[in-house]
């Protein structure tokens, strides 16, 4: 892609930006979700990526959502004009609809006002036939109570937590109150779809003014951990990565450093970076970045390009239901 020695935000385009593990602490945490798998720790990374473009996107498409921390952290620090989020699963979806919908105040009302004790809780998420609304919050309760901040059937509760706190232990209601009532400022921004990602970019994929931040809910040698907080967790990688080479405009691309990916990037002429990343045990390890041009990250020391030698993994392939 020609065009990269001009950068539109030369000022996110600096050595201290570079792609190394991240205290996912100093990232401002836009995001109301909470969840092992989550892209926070990616946020320097994308910010240095959209620096490194000679043209302002005039969209980010976001197909596997999930909490959208890329997307909202395009929002609201300007680098982007709207970003289309898509997110299949429909409790996820709730609370996306709920906000673009006008009912983030709401939200933000009710969290405050909620006496949590496990036993409010459980009857909360218990309830059926519940509005939209009234749907998200039950949403909020559950990626905040329950282990992990997993949704999908059979997650308990919160044992220990933080401090022995337990099911309050990821209860802040003032902060989560205050990301609802911010998520106003940007909400007449977000085109939010309950749609199958893959078609989504599919739809967009000629526009050469828009981007693709794509983080799908790959299997890698079983469920990624934090994963499970989708129940549509396995995808048909290969037609990801065909739709992906239609794109006419730029995309990121995140996945596990497995070797069955690495060949299909290959297959399809893409390039890939391996960068380091820190995991919820705090473990240092390695994120495979594929892309159409990936020169820009070149520069960062911590930075390499992948290669072969990786132990092989096994995936599922399943065209989301």
Same mark, same amino acid.
């Given at each position: 892609?020609?065009?990269?020695?001009?950068y539109?935000?030369?000022?996110?385009?600096?050595?201290?930006?570079?792609?190394?593990?991240? *205290?996912?602490?100093s990232?401002?945490?836009?995001?109301p979700? #909470?969840?092992p798998?989550?892209?926070?720790?990616?946020?320097?990374?994308?910010?240095?990526?959209?620096?490194?473009?000679?043209?302002?996107?005039?969209a980010l498409?976001?197909? !596997?959502?999930?909490?959208g921390i890329?997307?909202?952290?395009?929002?609201?620090e300007?680098l982007?004009d709207?970003?289309?989020m898509?997110e299949?699963?429909?409790?996820v979806a709730?609370v996306?609809?709920?906000v673009?919908?006008g009912?983030?105040?709401?939200?933000?009302k009710?969290?405050?006002?909620? *006496?949590?004790t496990?036993?409010?809780?459980?009857?909360? =998420?218990s309830?059926?036939?519940?509005?939209l609304?009234?749907?998200a919050?039950q949403? =909020?309760l559950?990626n #905040?109570?329950?282990?992990g901040g997993?949704l999908?059937d059979?997650?308990?509760?919160?044992k220990?937590g933080?401090?022995?706190?337990?099911?309050s232990?990821r209860?802040y209601p003032?902060t989560?109150?205050? #990301?609802?009532?911010d998520l106003n400022?940007?909400?007449?921004?977000?085109? !939010?779809?309950?749609?199958?990602?893959?078609e989504?970019?599919?739809?967009y994929s000629?526009?050469?003014d828009?981007?693709?931040?794509i983080?799908p809910?790959y299997?890698a040698?079983?469920?990624?951990?934090?994963?499970?907080?989708?129940r549509h967790?396995?995808?048909?990688h290969?037609?990801?990565?065909a739709?992906?080479?239609?794109?006419?405009g730029d !995309?990121l691309?995140?996945y596990d *450093?497995?070797?069955?990916?690495k060949a299909?990037?290959?297959s399809h002429g893409f390039q890939?970076?391996?960068?380091?990343?820190? *995991?919820?045990?705090?473990a240092t390890?390695?994120?495979?970045? =594929?892309g159409?041009e990936?020169?820009?990250?070149?520069?960062?020391p911590?930075?390499?390009?992948?290669?072969?030698?990786?132990?092989? #993994?096994? !995936?599922t392939?399943?065209?989301p239901?």
């Amino acid at each position: 892609m020609s065009g990269r020695q001009t950068y539109l935000f030369p000022d996110l385009y600096q050595e201290s930006d570079a792609p190394k593990p991240v *205290n996912v602490a100093s990232i401002p945490q836009r995001s109301p979700f #909470r969840y092992p798998g989550g892209k926070t720790w990616f946020v320097p990374t994308f910010r240095a990526w959209i620096g490194s473009l000679y043209f302002k996107p005039k969209a980010l498409i976001e197909p !596997f959502a999930g909490g959208g921390i890329i997307s909202l952290t395009g929002l609201f620090e300007q680098l982007i004009d709207c970003a289309v989020m898509v997110e299949l699963d429909e409790e996820v979806a709730a609370v996306w609809l709920a906000v673009v919908k006008g009912h983030a105040e709401w939200l933000a009302k009710r969290i405050l006002e909620f *006496n949590l004790t496990r036993e409010s809780v459980s009857h909360e =998420i218990s309830k059926t036939d519940v509005s939209l609304r009234e749907k998200a919050f039950q949403t =909020i309760l559950k990626n #905040r109570t329950l282990h992990g901040g997993i949704l999908a059937d059979g997650s308990g509760f919160i044992k220990h937590g933080e401090s022995g706190k337990g099911i309050s232990s990821r209860w802040y209601p003032t902060t989560l109150a205050r #990301r609802f009532t911010d998520l106003n400022l940007i909400a007449d921004r977000i085109d !939010f779809r309950q749609e199958d990602g893959i078609e989504v970019i599919g739809q967009y994929s000629q526009q050469s003014d828009v981007v693709f931040f794509i983080d799908p809910p790959y299997t890698a040698g079983g469920k990624r951990a934090g994963r499970r907080l989708y129940r549509h967790s396995e995808i048909d990688h290969e037609r990801l990565f065909a739709i992906c080479e239609s794109i006419e405009g730029d !995309f990121l691309m995140t996945y596990d *450093n497995a070797e069955e990916v690495k060949a299909m990037a290959r297959s399809h002429g893409f390039q890939m970076r391996l960068i380091p990343m820190t *995991n919820t045990h705090h473990a240092t390890m390695e994120e495979l970045v =594929i892309g159409k041009e990936l020169s820009w990250m070149d520069k960062y020391p911590r930075v390499q390009e992948a290669k072969a030698g990786y132990k092989k #993994r096994s !995936f599922t392939k399943r065209s989301p239901s």
